[in-house]
């Protein structure tokens, strides 16, 4: 399953549109302590996090994380995005809650990442 | 960071990288104002004007292996998660001082941690050099310095399991008689 699919199984936006969504999901992870998702993370993992500072796309620049997926319609700066773009982490926004998206990652096989 | 010790620890890491021979790690309790704050002050080789105003942009670091640094903007994060705020400076051949303010009382903020361990593991990796912890509750303060250790010890280096058994039995006594509680 890729980026653009994941995105239609949870009925997700993507915010930073423009970036591509061929990426495949390997993994699935939430969390939202920065330097807990930088130990436990994996490259092609899709993070969950209500978090939504600058900080969040560089940890997942730096594990080459399939995607970043804001719950509850949590907003996020442009910058923030625009960065995400340049970085080509696409992040998804969805009304759903962690546990929600969570639930729909498991239901697919989307299992957790391993180091 | 689940403890705020560990950004403490973290942290020294830009220090000892900055050549530094000297950081003071002072924390702070003020009931009164709500406050805990933390202050990192080395003397290390600092940094320009240029590069101190980006960094605490996590896509701002000195590595060559990577493009991101995260220790400082974490520790920034954190403490405005908490209603607290951050500020660094530095100088060029003189050093860098930030601190960190965090609501005391906030949700959000992250517990002291275990500060004599990390006192313990900087030494530990650094007999050498000069760590100055002061620890501050309210008007009282507990005082730490690897060179007043070394005066008293004479020759013996202070990464000798039995001087650094004492030192962290020492810091522990020594901030819990404060009763900081954080």
Same mark, same amino acid.
């Given at each position: 399953m890729n980026v653009a699919e994941l995105a239609q199984i949870l009925d997700a936006k993507v915010l930073n549109p423009g970036v591509d969504l061929n990426r495949e999901v390997e993994s699935g992870y939430v969390c939202d302590l920065l330097s807990w998702v930088m130990a436990k993370g994996a490259p092609g993992c899709a993070w969950i996090t209500v978090m939504n500072h600058m900080n969040v796309i560089a940890v997942a620049t730096?594990?080459?994380?399939?995607?970043?997926?804001?719950?509850e319609n949590i907003a996020i700066e442009q910058a923030t995005l625009d960065k995400a773009t340049e970085e080509e982490i696409p992040v998804l926004g969805s009304g759903k809650t962690s546990y929600e998206l969570a639930g729909l990652l498991y239901a697919q096989g989307v299992p957790n990442p391993v180091k | 960071m689940r403890e705020l010790s560990l950004h403490i *620890?973290? *942290?020294a890491q830009n220090s000892l990288t900055a /050549?530094?021979? !000297?950081? #003071?790690?002072l924390i702070r309790i003020d009931h009164e104002k709500d406050n805990l704050s933390i202050t990192l002050a080395d003397n290390g080789k600092g940094m320009a004007p240029d590069f101190l105003k980006s960094v605490t942009s996590p896509f701002t670091t000195t590595r060559t292996t990577r493009k991101v640094g995260l220790g400082i903007p974490m520790f920034k994060a954190n403490a405005e998660l908490t209603g607290g705020s951050f500020d660094i400076e530095s100088e060029v051949g003189v050093g860098t001082r930030m601190t960190a303010n965090f609501v005391l009382s906030s949700i959000d903020r992250p517990p002291l941690g275990d500060m004599p361990s990390t006192m $313990?593991?900087? $030494?530990?990796? /650094?007999?050498? =050099?000069?760590?100055?912890? @002061?620890?501050? $509750? #309210?008007? @009282?303060?507990? $005082? =730490? #310095?690897? @060179? @007043?250790? !070394?005066?008293? *010890?004479?020759?013996?280096? *202070?990464?000798?399991?039995e001087v650094l058994s004492w030192i962290e039995g020492y810091i522990q006594e020594g901030m819990e008689s404060l009763h900081g509680g954080a």
């Open positions: 730096l594990l080459d994380m399939a995607c970043v997926i804001l719950p | *620890l973290d *942290l /050549n530094a021979t !000297r950081l #003071d790690i $313990v593991s900087l $030494v530990v990796a /650094n007999p050498e =050099f000069h760590f100055h912890l @002061e620890y501050a $509750v #309210d008007k @009282e303060a507990f $005082v =730490f #310095d690897t @060179e @007043e250790i !070394r005066q008293v *010890l004479g020759g013996v280096p *202070l990464d000798t399991p």
